[in-house]
């Protein structure tokens, strides 16, 4: 059969485009970077398609009954365009890549964030890289890529050439004599696009009723946002349900996106119910799915690190502390994440004074530690924020594009000065300390991230006002 055949008509003439790749942030695990892929699809993919005039859906906006396999694998065969974006090395978008190959000889785009590690296989593979810069992507790039896509598209569309390599290589191989099949995939999808459409017009319901998988995480991370962590524990399990994974279960397609779970545990130990005790417990058993004892991901240790911390404050006994040291300290040398490494040196230093059976040698080896990651911290910091701040340096013609981004840059910069004011004051160096609180406080955050820092440095000067004096030259605070 040849492939033009696949091309029948569709009601209103309107060609469909099929996004393959992960969703929310993910974890490169190759090079220890989180990327937050739907500012990839919401700020380059999907606008770039649509506005060739084709209809722009992923996986996680169809609403479906059942498995997911079934449309998705009816995408595979029946979209006009297949883009496939493989940052992350997302296993479950090679896979499906792999079919969409064999499936049609045409009309499929390969596209990454360009330090993907380029896999053997796809040696003969275009792939076309863009920049993300982990939780935004330059506006500058936003444009250069959505041009790119939009003239690679033209190409596809217009001049359709064989990129399969699977139909490359074996010349005498003809696509599946499957017209009746595509011809009700393509119905099916159809109703799929109407059904998505109608659920992102009811994306800011309060309620789980929305029946794509892409409302309802939008709807979790917005309770997140207004820190409603209850509904947003509540949108996370409903989203999970959704995936086909009955939260707690280890099943391998769980395993390999592990975003829904992630921020199920975070908005379950945040909630407090029925209170904080039996909420840890719950989020240390969701946890378990994604094998934190092994596990490589930095934001999974961060977790795990955050929920051991909480049940040692519960009065639980110090085998929480020695684990979430060591969670912390894995998540901190993964991916040089500050987050992790401030918490490490916080736990260190309350190590140092809550250890039972040691001597003030062993109490002098924490604290030393903690001073040797407080340095490396802020050495990361200011990596970090001097990146953020040449970010924000953008021009007002950016627009909405750059509203969010900038939004989300306040957000980090605050907790960047933050861990700096921590690490400082851990060092001793308490007028640069007040300096980081002081730039910090300027940004005019939310009330409570004040209070978070204030109560974090209490904390800490607690624990260097008993245990300080082991220190050569101690700890004078001022």
């Not at 065969?77 to 296993?91: G, K, W």
């Not at 499957?178 to 995939?185: F, P």
């Not at 990146?387 to 605050?414: C, M, S, W, Y």
């Not at 300027?442 to 800490?460: C, G, H, V, Y």
Request: aromatic share 6%; with cysteine; net charge negative.
């Amino acid at each position: 059969m040849s492939e033009d055949r696949l091309d029948v008509a569709r009601p209103g003439g309107r060609k469909r485009c099929f996004v393959v790749m992960g969703f929310g942030v993910k974890t490169d695990l190759a090079t220890g970077r989180k990327l937050d892929l739907n500012k990839s699809y919401k700020t380059m993919i999907k606008p770039a398609v649509e506005a060739k005039g084709l209809e722009c859906v992923r996986a996680d906006e169809i609403r479906h009954s059942g498995a997911i396999d079934v449309p998705m694998y009816e995408w595979l065969l029946s979209a006009d365009v297949v883009i496939a974006d493989l940052s992350t090395s997302n296993p479950n978008a090679l896979y499906e890549l792999g079919i969409r190959h064999a499936l049609r000889p045409q009309t499929t785009i390969v596209i990454s964030e360009n330090k993907l590690p380029y896999p053997f296989d796809l040696n003969h593979v275009r792939i076309a890289s863009y920049t993300h810069l982990g939780d935004a992507i330059d506006y500058d790039e936003v444009l250069r890529f959505r041009d790119e896509l939009s003239k690679t598209l033209d190409a596809v569309l217009n001049d359709p050439r064989v990129d399969s390599p699977i139909y490359t290589f074996l010349k005498e191989l003809r696509p599946p004599e499957l017209r009746k099949q595509v011809e009700e995939a393509m119905q099916k999808a159809a109703d799929a696009v109407s059904h998505a459409a109608e659920s992102s017009r009811r994306a800011s319901a309060p309620g789980p009723g929305d029946q794509t998988l892409a409302a309802l995480v939008a709807q979790g991370e917005g309770a997140l946002a207004r820190s409603d962590f209850a509904a947003a524990k509540a949108m996370f399990a409903a989203a999970l349900q959704f995936c086909g994974s009955a939260a707690g279960e280890a099943g391998a397609a769980l395993l390999h996106d592990p975003y829904i779970q992630q921020r199920l545990v975070l908005a379950t130990y945040k909630a407090k119910q029925p209170n904080e005790a039996a909420a840890l417990d719950e989020a240390l058993h969701l946890l378990q799915p994604l094998q934190p004892e092994v596990s490589n991901d930095p934001e999974t240790m961060g977790l795990a690190g955050a929920i051991e911390k909480r049940l040692f404050d519960q009065g639980r006994g110090t085998d929480h502390l020695e684990r979430a040291i060591r969670y912390y300290g894995r998540g901190f040398y993964l991916r040089d994440d500050s987050y992790n490494g401030i918490n490490l040196a916080y736990l260190l230093t309350l190590h140092a004074d809550v250890a039972p059976d040691v001597d003030d040698n062993e109490r002098l080896a924490d604290l030393v530690w903690a001073n040797r990651i407080r340095r490396e911290v802020l050495v990361l910091c200011e990596r970090e924020l001097d990146a953020l701040r040449a970010r924000k340096q953008v021009p007002e013609r950016q627009g909405d594009i750059n509203t969010g981004h900038q939004a989300r840059a306040r957000e980090q910069e605050f907790w960047l000065l933050a861990t700096k004011a921590e690490g400082y004051f851990g060092l001793g160096d308490l007028e640069a300390s007040k300096a980081a609180s002081a730039e910090a406080a300027a940004l005019r955050p939310p009330r409570w991230q004040l209070e978070t820092l204030d109560n974090q440095i209490a904390r800490l000067k607690e624990l260097l006002d008993r245990r300080g004096h082991l220190l050569r030259g101690g700890f004078r605070p001022r």
